[in-house]
């Protein structure tokens, strides 16, 4: 009885009472601090320094109750019933509120966390402007200085490159950060400009810039990281040496600690992902780089011989997931073309799908799958929710964003699938994919000068670029300008013979019957694959003839631009035809 009586008179102690406030009243601000971090640009060291205040402050606030309270402590323990009332009934005592009130807001920061961490929700498109403005950290990479001299080393000082890029994207939770992709920053490859010139054209506000000496063994680098704003200044400077078989820790503390020099601040996933990075071997890593090096080309040659390295990479070392997301996507750049022989997007999905098994972190396995199963599997579901977890990995692969919004488009949400384009050119600007390809989504929205000038923009960045003669168009064509519709599409013929459906289509619509069943007859006579399949499927829509074109629209293995036929501006004839639900049927698109 007596000890129930010092446990009771302890707990009702002032120093008691404070104690249990203090420790529960710390523990709910340590827990908020995720907000404050996230929505006032603070780093990672804002917990550490309210954590350290807090420690030394307890003592502080114990001795300042008991100083206070020490010739009063018998007077209340006697007179004060209220406080014996509440001590009766725990339940009602400030502690006890207190840790209720600890506990609901645990438990509420929980199912916050989870939620966040669900890849498979939808971002927030309530505000375009915000969405692709906001304010972030930004950073570029310029291409890397072959100090050797030596071009046969091309190869792997562009894989010094990507992978310096490769880690730095993935730092991205605490504040926000953009990182310029290489297609990009390769613009400026033996490059006069001042780098206050290229930070104002590519909008950043850090730049890095690297020499490299390759050897056989081994990669010496000296690095540079230069503040533009408001001055030009050299924030830091490194020189550094690894090997080949630890690489891959070499850049990511390279990354980290160029994320410490712009204030980044890093996630304690971050710092254990940044700090585990993996040994590799030299010489399959060597593969790997020379095929990705001549993928990035994006020429038939360039495919050919970059898939060749990559096998190569994968013989070397089979448990290699480098080797075979480069395969998945050397892939999917040919199932997007005229050369798939019919097969490419089931090579990609089972080299993603290996990829996948080696390494479930990689935000480009993810966003392998997901094309997959967009362009080739159309299990949408699945892959709205890989595209999801890829830009959750990595919110700064601008081939994502792109992808991402032909799949929000396929489902009907052509402002969100804009949105998402913006993005891809926001981290991307100087590609001319993510701006051609915008151009059609303008035009599926009406805003056809809108959707020329992205064409034309993109016919600035890349002369005689294929992409950006078909969208010019397919704009002036659906803007009632035929004759330059015409005239682009037979320069794009002239350059690229493998489009000639898209002159077909134009002449079709047009009025031009013959010239388009000329260019109908030649494709039929020729090899017939899902591109050329594709082609007859949209000339004869346009001249509306439905067995042909349902013909083709059903030919397997399908090409992976067959499934837009169900939303784009050029396939609406099909779309009267009864068969159309069956198509529509077969696609099950979401909801």
């Given at each position: 009885m007596a000890d129930k009586k010092n446990i009771n008179r302890f707990i009702s102690s002032p120093i008691a009472q404070t104690f249990l406030v203090y420790i529960s009243g710390g523990w709910i601000v340590l827990e908020m601090t995720d907000y404050f971090i996230n929505y006032y640009s603070l780093t990672e060291r804002f917990r550490d320094i309210l954590l350290i205040v807090l420690i030394i402050c307890l003592p502080l606030a114990l001795f300042l109750t008991w100083y206070f309270s020490r010739d009063k402590e018998t007077k209340d323990e006697k007179d004060n019933r209220l406080s014996r009332i509440l001590w009766k009934r725990p339940w009602f005592s400030i502690p006890a509120i207190m840790v209720v009130v600890l506990v609901l807001f645990t438990a509420?920061?929980?199912?916050?966390?989870?939620?966040?961490?669900?890849?498979?929700?939808?971002?927030?498109?309530?505000?375009?402007?915000?969405?692709?403005?906001?304010?972030?950290?930004?950073?570029?990479?310029?291409?890397?200085?072959?100090?050797?001299?030596?071009?046969?080393?091309?190869?792997?000082?562009?894989?010094?490159?990507?992978?310096?890029?490769?880690?730095?994207?993935?730092?991205?939770?605490?504040?926000?950060?953009?990182i310029i992709s290489r297609s990009t920053v390769d613009a400026f490859k033996n490059?006069?400009?001042?780098?206050?010139?290229?930070?104002?054209?590519?909008?950043?506000?850090?730049?890095?810039?690297?020499s490299v000496v390759a050897s056989a063994d081994s990669v010496s680098i000296q690095l540079r990281l230069i503040r533009v704003n408001p001055e030009e200044s050299v924030v830091w400077a490194e020189s550094a040496i690894t090997d080949f078989t630890h690489i891959l820790k070499f850049y990511s503390d390279l990354a980290e600690q160029i994320a410490e020099k712009v204030d980044l601040g890093l996630t304690p996933d971050e710092t254990e992902r940044l700090s585990n990075s993996r040994e590799v071997n030299p010489e399959s890593y060597k593969a790997y780089l020379r095929g990705m090096y001549h993928l990035n080309l994006l020429t038939p040659e360039g495919l050919e011989k970059g898939l060749e390295y990559l096998h190569q990479a994968v013989s070397l070392d089979p448990a290699e997931p480098f080797a075979y997301a480069g395969l998945a996507l050397?892939?999917?750049?040919?199932?997007?073309?005229?050369?798939?022989?019919?097969?490419?997007?089931?090579?990609?999905?089972?080299?993603?799908?290996?990829?996948?098994?080696?390494?479930?972190?990689?935000?480009?396995?993810?966003?392998?799958?997901?094309?997959?199963?967009?362009?080739?599997?159309?299990?949408?579901d699945l892959a709205e929710e890989y595209f999801l977890k890829a830009l959750d990995l990595n919110p700064n692969l601008a081939i994502v964003h792109y992808h991402y919004a032909w799949a929000l488009y396929l489902f009907g949400q052509l402002d969100e699938a804009i949105v998402e384009h913006k993005l891809a050119q926001k981290y991307d600007?100087?590609?001319?994919?993510?701006?051609?390809?915008?151009?059609?989504?303008?035009?599926?929205?009406?805003?056809?000068?809108?959707?020329?000038?992205?064409?034309?923009?993109s016919l600035d960045m890349r002369e005689d670029y294929s992409s950006g003669y078909f969208v010019l168009g397919m704009s002036y064509l659906f803007?009632?300008?035929?004759?330059?519709?015409?005239?682009?599409?037979?320069?794009?013929?002239?350059?690229?013979?493998?489009?000639?459906?898209?002159?077909?289509?134009?002449?079709?619509?047009?009025?031009?019957i013959e010239e388009a069943e000329e260019i109908l007859q030649q494709l039929e006579n020729g090899n017939i694959n899902g591109w050329v399949a594709h082609g007859l499927m949209t000339i004869n829509a346009a001249l509306d003839r439905m067995d042909e074109a349902y013909k083709w629209l059903n030919y397997e293995p399908h090409h992976a631009f067959a499934a837009w036929a169900a939303v784009m501006d050029e396939y609406q004839t099909l779309r009267k035809d009864p068969r159309f639900e069956d198509f529509l049927a077969r696609l099950n698109l979401p909801d």
């Open positions: 509420v920061r929980f199912v916050y966390r989870h939620n966040e961490g669900d890849s498979s929700r939808l971002p927030d498109y309530s505000n375009i402007k915000d969405a692709i403005d906001r304010a972030e950290v930004s950073l570029a990479v310029l291409p890397f200085t072959n100090f050797s001299g030596n071009s046969d080393q091309d190869w792997l000082i562009s894989g010094q490159h990507e992978a310096l890029i490769h880690e730095l994207s993935k730092i991205s939770q605490f504040r926000p950060f953009r490059r006069e400009k001042p780098v206050s010139e290229i930070a104002r054209e590519i909008n950043v506000e850090y730049l890095v810039e690297a050397g892939y999917l750049e040919i199932a997007h073309g005229p050369l798939d022989p019919g097969d490419a997007l089931t090579k990609a999905e089972a080299a993603a799908s290996q990829a996948f098994k080696l390494d479930s972190t990689m935000a480009e396995v993810y966003a392998a799958l997901a094309e997959v199963y967009l362009y080739d599997v159309w299990e949408f600007p100087f590609n001319p994919l993510h701006t051609s390809w915008l151009g059609t989504l303008y035009s599926a929205k009406g805003l056809h000068e809108e959707a020329i000038e992205a064409a034309l923009e803007s009632g300008q035929e004759e330059k519709a015409i005239e682009a599409h037979t320069k794009l013929m002239e350059l690229h013979p493998w489009w000639s459906w898209a002159l077909g289509y134009t002449y079709a619509t047009t009025g031009h």
